[in-house]
């Protein structure tokens, strides 16, 4: 065209985007001085004639408006009233007749050019993609307040004469860009960013960067960055890296999905491969070293001289991959051979277990070698319903694996003094982990006796390092509820035990499901309700816990409930079967304490302890106990129907017995407390207020039931060596205050440590006969002549309390 280049570009476009009646209007405006007047003494009068043609968002919609009004005049009005129409319009009347002049050229140029002139009224977007194919070089972006980014790194200001300027779009294109007092961008329109990189893909630049692996996509992507004489007008577009970097890209889809696992295919060697990678780099993680498994760049290069070149993401390698042959399927498969860097050691694994066995508890363990990372170690998970039956003590032993480099940590964190008498410690650890074997007891109390065998030298407990220990060294624990999410974690079990108490009471009390829980809130008074399995499973927080059916004694019925400790349920249970037994026999029981000879004396004697009904009843349960549940436990209904009718005509012989023991024992302990009363010389206080606790400890409310039977038969000869203990207190003050000094440490740990497992429901025989065995040596230090049931000395003592569950 025989045009400016930018000018015969907006025809041409305008004719394909069906603008071309409009654009010619506009490009012809260009063409002329502004036909708008203002008069320096008339501004207000003029602004308020132009304001009809104006257009807020567009200024070359305001001139074709005022083209269209100054047509509409001309075709009615004569040549002189269009010159004064003009004239009251503020508008010169000669540069609108140049304005027509060009037109009517422009027009016969487009129609000697054969340019398609549209016949409806075209769209604000078709003009303005049409002039801004001419102005492509005039375009602009919002900063910040006022200011535009144009191309070429311009900063301007849209011309405040622009109604557009007041709108301040973000992105707009000018007809021309003035350097004044500023710079301003002229005669504006707003645009869509979107319209401009079709109409300058001439001259636009593409720039890519940042190609990653998109999981979701299954393919490589990156971001293109398109410019336009320096602005940019698309600022981060996703796009398929295939299309920018074939190479590159597959490397990426190799590295991230292949090898990285970032990728999900149904390819069976990609499973398989994923599976022997992980099992070593589990046992990396376990044995806290990184020299196993090779790195990433020999995977990368076993897939790269197996993959075709063509492979770029996750659709073609589905594609590729199913039809392929089984043996090709099976070359794709890594062997150890491929991934090992040195030979595996079967020992050395076994070091790690992957769960850790405990009373019908399997705990999951997991491992992780992140030094500064809040799970670095071994991490066990337990329910919160299994968290009271914790093993603490055994978690100090950690796993196999780790136990040699434990004791080594906690020789060398002895103080100077101590340590040096275990050089060089990896040997002498050594030569005490062959002796030691893992039990719920201290850690530091075996390899402690181990030491001193080999050296003679005693390391007080206080002396062991513990929150110096490093991290990986002390068992991390997740205490996880029903659904396997961790609600606590710590590294001290006995925090967290007592931190979570009564959360844990209750999601044992919940441990059942929904129907056995209506269940275990019924109360019966017979054996009306199914079986009792000795122990039942049920999953926990993805674990399977084994629980213990039983029963619960109520003070008139039992109702059903779980267990986690075996002897516990058994004790539960046993008491209330003979509350069971106690109601089958209904009213040949009643007014029984009246038929017992004994019993009226013995409630008199028990009245500074108890009531009378709760001593009776205490009788009655301990005599059922005694006399039917001896044996094992009946668990069905046709077993309970057959113990209480073997029994049952013999009972009340075998309860007029234990009245007569029940006599015997109270008539000892008043005649004891009896002594204990009244003044006490100050020399003897002690004494005195220990004997006074021990009659507290021996009669209480519910002790015939609470003293196991072999126990109780032994009463009458405690209760005479107290009373010697009396005689022979006056002159015997030396040792009662060696009897005192004893006596205090070994009971005070048998309190603790009874206190501690009734919060943790178990039952530990072993802490049951050293709290006897307590009584024992109280005869045997004061009343030796009377004999005891079984040798006992503090030695003894301290090896009993070995065997307790700590």
């Known amino acids: 065209l025989p045009l400016d280049p930018r000018l015969a570009r907006m025809l041409v476009m305008a004719a394909a985007q069906g603008s071309l009646q409009e654009t010619l209007v506009v490009i012809a405006g260009l063409s002329i001085q502004d036909p708008r007047e203002r008069p320096q003494e008339k501004q207000q009068q003029a602004d308020q004639a132009h304001a009809p043609f104006t257009d ?55 129609r000697e050019q054969k340019l398609e002139f549209n016949r409806n009224s075209a769209s604000y977007e078709a003009i303005h993609k049409a002039i801004l194919a001419g102005l492509l070089g005039q375009v602009a972006l919002k900063l910040e307040k006022r200011e535009y980014l144009a191309t070429r790194n311009r900063k301007v200001l849209l011309f405040p004469g622009s109604k557009v300027s007041k709108t301040a779009p973000k992105w707009v294109v ?230 040699r480099e434990k004791c080594i940590a906690l020789v060398k964190g002895l103080p100077k003094s101590i340590r040096r008498n275990f050089v060089p410690v990896p040997d002498f650890v050594d030569a005490a982990l062959d002796n030691m074997s893992v039990t719920n007891e201290p850690l530091t109390r075996q390899l402690g006796d181990q030491l001193r065998r080999m050296t003679g030298v005693r390391i007080d407990p206080q002396d062991w390092p513990s929150d110096s220990l490093p991290r990986h060294l002390r068992m991390n624990l997740q205490v996880v509820d029903d659904q396997g999410r961790v609600i606590a974690q710590g590294r001290e079990a006995d925090a967290l035990q007592a931190k979570l108490e009564r959360q844990a009471e209750a999601a044992l009390a919940e441990v059942s499901s929904s129907r056995a829980r209506g269940a275990e809130t019924q109360e019966y008074t017979d054996w009306d309700f199914g079986s009792l399995p000795e122990s039942t499973t049920t999953d926990r927080g993805g674990m399977q816990v084994t629980v213990y059916p039983g029963l619960e004694d109520l003070g008139h019925g039992v109702k059903q409930g779980r267990y986690l400790d075996p002897l516990a349920a058994e004790d539960n249970t046993r008491k209330a079967l003979a509350r069971l037994i106690i109601n089958r026999f209904g009213s040949t029981l009643e007014g029984v304490d009246k038929r017992l000879p004994r019993f009226r004396d013995s409630a008199l004697l028990f009245a500074p302890v108890g009531q009378s009904k709760v001593l009776l009843d205490d009788l009655l349960l301990s005599a059922v106990m005694e006399h039917f549940l001896g044996g094992a436990l009946p668990r069905t209904r046709a077993l309970f129907d057959q113990c209480f009718e073997a029994g049952r005509a013999d009972f009340i012989p075998a309860l007029e017995r234990a009245d007569a023991q029940l006599y015997a024992a109270l008539t000892g302990y008043h005649a004891v407390m009896k002594r204990l009363r009244g003044k006490i010389s100050l020399a003897m206080a002690n004494s005195m207020a220990d004997l006074k606790f021990q009659m507290e400890h021996l009669v209480f409310p519910g002790f015939l039931v609470e003293t196991p039977g072999e126990w109780l038969g032994h009463f009458g000869r405690y209760f005479e060596a107290a009373g010697i203990r009396l005689d022979k207190m006056p002159r015997e003050m030396g040792r009662e205050r060696e009897f005192l000094h004893q006596i205090g440490p070994l009971w005070s740990r048998y309190a603790s440590k009874r206190e501690e497992q009734i919060r943790q429901g178990v039952r530990d025989p072993e802490l049951v006969t050293y709290r006897w065995m307590l009584e024992e040596y109280r005869v045997s230090f004061f009343a030796q002549h009377l004999g005891t049931a079984l040798s006992v000395s503090v030695k003894r003592l301290d090896r009993q309390w070995e065997k307790v569950k700590v």
């Open 56 to 110: 807020k968002e567009s200024d070359f919609i305001t001139l074709l408006n005022l083209w269209n009004a100054f047509e509409e005049q001309r075709q009615a009005l004569s040549g002189n009233q269009l010159s004064k129409w003009c004239k009251r319009q503020y508008l010169s009347w000669m540069r609108m007749r140049e304005w027509r002049d060009i037109h009517r050229q422009l027009t016969l140029i487009c």
């Open 174 to 403: 000018a007809a021309e860009i003035v350097e004044t007092s500023r710079v301003f961008a002229r005669m504006i329109a707003r645009i869509q960013p979107e319209w401009i990189e079709p109409l300058a893909a001439h001259v636009v630049k593409h720039h890519f960067s940042e190609p990653h692996w998109e999981q979701k996509r299954a393919q490589v992507m990156g971001f293109e960055k398109v410019t336009l004489y320096g602005l940019d007008i698309v600022s981060r577009r996703r796009v398929p890296w295939n299309l920018v970097n074939t190479a590159e890209c597959r490397e990426i889809f190799i590295r991230r999905a292949l090898v990285e696992g970032d990728y999900h295919s149904k390819a069976p060697f990609i499973e398989r491969n994923r599976a022997l990678l992980e099992s070593v780099e589990d046992l990396e993680r376990k044995t806290r070293r990184r020299d196993l498994l090779v790195d990433d760049e020999t995977l990368v290069q076993f897939y790269n001289d197996r993959i075709p070149e063509h492979i770029t993401g996750g659709r073609d390698f589905e594609t590729w991959w199913k039809g392929l042959a089984a043996g090709e399927l099976k070359a794709l498969e890594l062997t150890e051979r491929d991934i090992l860097q040195r030979p595996l050691d079967e020992q050395e694994t076994s070091l790690y277990p992957d769960y850790l066995d405990w009373e019908g508890v399997q705990y999951p363990l997991s491992y992780q070698f992140e030094p500064t990372g809040e799970d670095d170690g071994v991490t066990l998970k337990v329910p919160l319903m299994a968290l009271k039956q914790l093993p603490s003590r055994r978690l100090e032993w950690l796993v196999p694996g780790l136990l």
